[in-house]
């Protein structure tokens, strides 16, 4: 074909008019022979020649002459949920199309099972129209049984899919990209690089064209692409519980999962709202029609056997399968990390607790939590805080026990031995004036210490769930004598902050090992701490009789400040009951005690109690000369709490005597102490001696604010004195004027 022939076809082809220049012919118009056409410059495309051209010129698009692949997988029509991150991807979108020039890249991360994959073909079968040049999709198989796809396997791929012809796509990988970048470069193409290893797995693979996008999925959080080229991350969490349940009613139907709603709720729980777990729940009730959902809750409840019933034998339908691809990436330190962390006890884990376990210091396990964090096998869900889904520490358990190489008993020995050599000293700062106890020092495993109230009360906030757990796993392992000092180390926090619930057990379970131990005065103290615990929570007949198992113990130990400290509780114990005739008693015997063994704390402590007492009496000129002479041994001692405590009788006696405004500075102070000493409970009780005080005194909105503080956290605890505060709230709305009478 001659190269004019070659021209007319093409202007065929394109469907655009043109005279044909080879033909000779002249024009009315004049127009010489000698008039030729010149084009400047460089053109791409066809090329259209003309003479002069009267009337309207009309260019109709025509298709472009290279492929529109379609490559996207199908769009499983089991989604459900994730509305807040579609709208995210929709608005990072936005965001990047309103700056000119700037290529849109997302990128999805979380881990394994959460539903990644999904969300990505989802969104890209909604926003697919945007990008009529095509949609390239690849699994790259990342975290797979399978061997990862290259980069230079990739971008073949995707230059074959856009019309380039194999012996124009160059080897190298470098070219590769640059070729992928040009041919891409101007088109409306959406590229979905699904299950990526990490950062560098993709980086060949990005557009650098603005009419692009590329969306990413790993389970790696690929930090550097949002580093280096401003990607935009979408991190996943896990389904919400209404989510979670609109997947299963949409996979086994509406009716099925409304007839059955407990043992739905169980399975979502068993599931840890993990889309994958969920879907193959979903998969085996819907082959199992006949059987009732509450049985493959059953299936679930074993933690050693939970991963076996979410297998369906297929590589990708197993959530252990499924994970081990993640695991299996790690470095081996990383590994050996990662099992530990599955067997530790707590729902959580700190830095310096991680290095204790990996025998590392803290610098080096940083960098090893970093690298689980981006496989997203563990989750910092706060600073230097990290957990893993239950799933994926049913796994680590599970590999952790198969694993010959790693013996466990040496690093749970020396995180019990952290657990009780730092929570041993936090309660020595947050009471330096308590009982004290001696644990064997041995090897300290760490350089972390607590040096101040503050850093012990934070400390222990974020551990005491795990120092729980500690004590269980020990007392399953025959630690017994660790159990018993955890939990006496744990008491002063937990009764500060009103976790009695926590505190009834881990005295429960410290109790069973004192018995064991046959330690007698192991066994006094904890039955007396239970007995504290069990007060708390109205338990009064169980109290007593812990207490007075606690004082036969002192007394034939011959134990004067054990008994004197068990009379104490005795007397808040029958206070509680009402009888405050008998709690004066305890009160006068613990003093009589305390002042045998001149212990100074604990007669300022039973002085103030005397006064409380005293106070229930309505002997209150008693209470004050009671309470005076406490605050006066209590100010050399530096004791805070019961300085608080003091503060809080002398302001109820001022009331009942009509001392308003020496009432209202006591509370006030006493209130100041137990706001720094975040004492929950008796922060709200003299709140409410406040409102108290401030009612009769004619201030009727400052005794709701008050009122109203005490409610917040007596609810939030549980305790059932805030009905009393709501009462007196509500009562006080509808009052008129102060009350100044009295004195009662």
């Keep these: 074909m001659s190269p004019s022939s070659r021209f007319c076809a093409l202007r065929a082809r394109k469907g655009i008019f043109v005279p044909d220049e080879g033909s ?21 495309g066809p090329l259209v020649q003309a003479r002069t051209i009267h009337g309207g010129i009309h260019l109709h698009h025509s298709p472009p002459e290279w492929p529109i692949p379609r490559q996207l997988p199908v769009d499983t029509r089991h989604f459900v949920g994730r509305s807040a991150d579609l709208t995210e991807l929709g608005q990072a979108l936005d965001d990047v199309h309103h700056e000119s020039g700037v290529v849109a890249i997302t990128a999805i991360s979380g881990t394994a099972g959460i539903g990644k994959t999904a969300l990505a073909i989802h969104w890209a079968h909604q926003i697919a129209r945007h990008f009529p040049d095509g949609q390239l999709y690849i699994n790259l198989r990342g975290f797979d049984t399978r061997s990862p796809v290259e980069p230079e396997q990739a971008l073949h791929a995707f230059l074959s899919a856009l019309g380039v012809e194999a012996g124009r796509i160059p080897l190298d990988l470098a070219a590769q990209a640059a070729l992928f970048r040009s041919t891409v470069d101007g088109r409306r193409v959406l590229i979905v690089l699904d299950n990526a290893r990490d950062a560098q797995h993709v980086r060949p693979l990005l557009p650098a064209s603005p009419s692009c996008l590329a969306v990413i999925t790993s389970r790696n959080r690929v930090d550097s692409l949002v580093v280096r080229e401003g990607v935009h991350r979408v991190i996943l969490n896990l389904m919400s519980h209404n989510d979670a349940r609109a997947l299963l009613a949409k996979r086994i139907g509406r009716e099925r999962v409304d007839s059955e709603p407990a043992a739905v709720d169980d399975v979502i729980q068993l599931c840890g709202r993990l889309p994958l777990a969920l879907s193959i729940v979903a998969a085996r009730a819907a082959a199992l029609s006949q059987f009732p959902i509450s049985s493959l809750a059953e299936d679930l409840l074993d933690e050693r056997t939970r991963l076996d ?47 204790v376990l990996a025998d590392m210091p803290p610098t080096a396990v940083s960098t090893l939590l970093t690298e689980l964090t981006q496989a997203h096998l563990v989750e910092e869900y706060s600073p230097k805080r990290y957990r893993l889904h239950d799933l994926l520490r049913a796994y680590a358990v599970k590999v952790a026990r198969s694993d010959d190489e790693l013996d466990l008993k040496p690093a749970m020995q020396r995180l019990l031995d952290f657990y009780l050599h730092i929570s041993h000293s936090g309660d020595r700062i947050l009471d330096p004036l308590r009982e004290s106890i001696e644990i064997e020092e041995g090897d300290r495993h760490s350089s972390f210490s607590l040096v101040d109230r503050k850093q012990a009360q934070d400390w222990f906030a974020a551990e005491h769930d795990n120092l729980l757990s500690a004590a269980r796993y020990a007392a399953e392992n025959d630690l017994d004598e660790q159990v018993v000092w955890l939990a006496w180390s744990a008491t002063t926090f937990l009764h500060r902050g009103g976790h009695w619930y926590d505190y009834r057990e881990i005295q429960r379970v410290a109790l069973l090992s004192a018995l064991r131990t046959g330690e007698k005065k192991a066994q006094a103290i904890t039955h007396r701490n239970l007995g504290n615990a069990l007060a708390q929570l109205q338990s009064y007949d169980e109290a007593s009789e812990n207490h007075r198992k606690a004082l036969a113990l002192f007394v034939e130990l011959g134990d004067e400040r054990g008994q004197a400290r068990v009379h104490h509780a005795l007397g808040y114990l029958s206070e509680k009951r009402g009888d405050y005739a008998a709690a004066l008693e305890h009160g006068k015997r613990a003093l009589a005690l305390y002042q045998a063994c001149d212990d100074r704390a604990g007669e300022a402590r039973s002085l103030n109690a005397m006064g409380w007492y005293h106070a229930m009496l309505q002997n209150y000129e008693a209470t004050v000369y009671n309470c005076e002479q406490a605050l006066v041994i209590l100010r050399t001692l530096d004791d805070p709490t019961y300085e608080a405590h003091t503060l809080d009788s002398l302001g109820y006696a001022y009331h009942h005597t009509g001392s308003f405004e020496q009432a209202i500075s006591c509370f006030r102070t006493a209130i100041e102490f137990y706001r720094e000493l975040e004492d929950q409970y008796y922060y709200a009780a003299t709140l409410h001696h406040l409102g108290d005080t401030l009612q009769e005194y004619g201030n009727s909105e400052e005794a709701r604010t008050a009122w109203r503080e005490a409610r917040r956290v007596l609810h939030d605890m549980g305790h059932s004195e805030g009905e009393e505060v709501s009462a007196k709230l509500r009562a006080s709305l509808t009052e008129d004027g102060p009350r100044l009478s009295g004195t009662g």
Excluded: C, Y
């Excluded at 000779?24 to 791409?44: L, P, Q, Y």
């Excluded at 990708?316 to 470095?331: I, M, P, Q």
């Design 309 to 355: 019933a979410l297998n369906l034998h297929e590589t990708d339908l197993s959530v252990e399968a499924v994970f081990s691809w993640s695991s299996r990436l790690l470095t081996p330190q990383g590994a050996r990390l990662f099992e530990l962390l599955g067997v530790a006890p707590g729902s959580d884990v700190g830095v310096h607790a991680s290095a």
């Design 24 to 44: 000779g012919k002249r024009h009315a118009d004049g127009i010489s022979t000698g008039t030729h056409n010149e084009v400047s410059g460089t053109v791409m």
